[in-house]
């Protein structure tokens, strides 16, 4: 994958970079990061630019550039291995392990994205609902298990509306492949049980995220271990190691997890949902960027956490890497 750099609103036809927003969010469903889908864009928006002058108009601008950007995710994804969530290679472990095992590749795991570089800002509020819901982590990470070109189908035609006849013109293929290809996708995400839609954030969940916040800033493992449902989940890629249950939850923050005394969180909002920027004291002063965390909550308590230890996804929320300690605590 390439990341040549082009100025396409200054150096070809502007009227490319309106759809970069859109093509990201589509390119990130495809590949599973946000880091991926940035290139996949930018090498999308630099062949169009290159091939602009041969554009005959037989298709719409937009479906040119959706064409583009299938082939390019489909060559990235030749030959490599799919992205996945920490549960998804190996079992729950002890709380008790003194470290973490060494990390694992970046290109292993799917990553959260900022809403604002992957769900539109305007338009139709049924289609941005959609948009924000099926980059839900969970989903998201359940497409990385069906081929490219079944990948493409399913979001093409659940996601983005496409009828079968369109997906058929961009993939060069019929509509009774592209029909099998969404029958068969539909099918293996029934076997993982993922749900597209998601309940949106209410006065309920708001409070119990707020006391989350101060529980954690204060480092009050009690407190925090008592928001959680009983068989909570926490990852933390790019480690493998992921726990499962309140208990050993709060067992491993004041443990191995310690280090996370002191954490500063700024709220955010990744793949369609609540999710905050931790910093962890630096021992020089202030705080440095540490991990993005997203929350899951059902039935009134927090069902997962995902910690993705990872400060280049800092940038991509329009955060800092370090802050300093005159930016107040949440908590206080």
Same mark, same amino acid.
């Given at each position: 994958?390439?990341?040549?750099?082009?100025?396409?609103?200054?150096?070809?036809?502007?009227?490319?970079?309106?759809?970069?927003?859109? !093509?990201?969010?589509?390119?990130?469903?495809?590949?599973?990061?946000?880091?991926? #889908?940035?290139?996949?864009?930018?090498?999308? !928006?630099?062949? @169009?630019?290159?091939?602009?002058?041969?554009?005959?108009?037989?298709?719409? !601008? +937009?479906?040119?550039?959706?064409? &583009?950007?299938?082939?390019?995710?489909?060559?990235?994804?030749?030959?490599? %291995?799919?992205? $996945?969530?920490?549960?998804?290679?190996? @079992?729950?472990?002890?709380?008790?392990? @003194?470290?973490?095992?060494?990390?694992?590749?970046? +290109?292993?795991?799917?990553?959260?994205?900022?809403?604002?570089?992957?769900?539109?800002?305007?338009?139709?509020?049924?289609?941005?609902?959609?948009?924000?819901?099926? &980059?839900?982590?969970?989903?998201?990470? $359940?497409?990385?298990?069906?081929?490219?070109?079944?990948?493409?189908?399913?979001?093409?035609?659940?996601?983005?509306?496409?009828? #079968?006849?369109?997906?058929?013109?961009?993939?060069?293929?019929?509509?009774?492949?592209?029909?099998?290809?969404?029958?068969? $996708?539909?099918?293996?995400?029934?076997? +993982?049980? /993922?749900?597209?839609?998601?309940?949106?954030?209410?006065?309920?969940?708001?409070?119990?995220?707020?006391?989350?916040?101060? #529980?954690?800033?204060?480092?009050?493992?009690?407190?925090?271990? %008592?928001?959680?449902?009983?068989? #909570?989940?926490?990852?933390?890629?790019?480690?493998?190691?992921?726990?499962?249950?309140?208990?050993?939850?709060?067992?491993?923050?004041?443990?191995?997890?310690?280090?996370? +005394? =002191?954490?500063?969180? *700024?709220?955010?909002?990744?793949?369609?949902?609540?999710?905050?920027?931790?910093?962890?004291?630096?021992?020089?002063?202030?705080?440095?960027?540490?991990?993005?965390?997203? *929350?899951? *909550?059902?039935?009134?308590? *927090? =069902?997962?956490? %995902?910690?993705?230890?990872?400060?280049?996804?800092?940038?991509?929320?329009? !955060?800092?890497?370090?802050?300093?300690?005159? /930016?107040?605590?949440?908590?206080?």
């Amino acid at each position: 994958m390439t990341s040549t750099t082009v100025d396409l609103a200054q150096d070809g036809p502007g009227e490319l970079e309106e759809h970069r927003r859109e !093509l990201t969010g589509y390119c990130y469903r495809m590949l599973g990061s946000p880091f991926d #889908a940035e290139d996949a864009v930018q090498e999308t !928006l630099a062949r @169009a630019w290159r091939s602009y002058d041969g554009f005959d108009g037989r298709a719409s !601008l +937009r479906s040119w550039l959706y064409r &583009i950007a299938t082939n390019v995710c489909i060559d990235s994804l030749n030959g490599r %291995s799919r992205r $996945a969530l920490p549960m998804d290679l190996t @079992a729950a472990a002890a709380p008790v392990a @003194a470290s973490l095992a060494p990390p694992v590749s970046e +290109r292993r795991w799917v990553y959260p994205i900022p809403d604002d570089r992957a769900v539109p800002l305007h338009g139709d509020p049924a289609d941005v609902a959609v948009a924000r819901e099926s &980059i839900r982590l969970a989903f998201v990470a $359940a497409l990385q298990h069906l081929p490219p070109r079944q990948r493409a189908v399913l979001i093409l035609r659940e996601v983005l509306r496409w009828t #079968a006849e369109e997906v058929a013109g961009l993939l060069e293929t019929s509509v009774a492949a592209v029909n099998s290809a969404l029958q068969r $996708a539909r099918a293996a995400l029934a076997e +993982r049980d /993922v749900a597209v839609t998601d309940p949106p954030v209410d006065a309920e969940q708001e409070d119990l995220l707020g006391r989350y916040v101060r #529980a954690f800033e204060r480092y009050d493992i009690e407190a925090l271990v %008592s928001l959680l449902h009983e068989d #909570a989940t926490q990852t933390m890629p790019p480690y493998e190691m992921w726990l499962r249950g309140a208990a050993d939850i709060g067992r491993w923050l004041l443990g191995p997890g310690a280090g996370c +005394r =002191g954490s500063r969180l *700024i709220p955010v909002v990744a793949n369609g949902t609540a999710a905050f920027a931790q910093y962890r004291i630096n021992p020089a002063g202030g705080h440095q960027a540490f991990s993005i965390q997203l *929350i899951t *909550i059902s039935g009134g308590r *927090i =069902g997962a956490f %995902s910690h993705f230890l990872e400060p280049r996804l800092f940038p991509l929320f329009g !955060l800092p890497l370090r802050l300093d300690d005159r /930016v107040p605590a949440l908590s206080r």
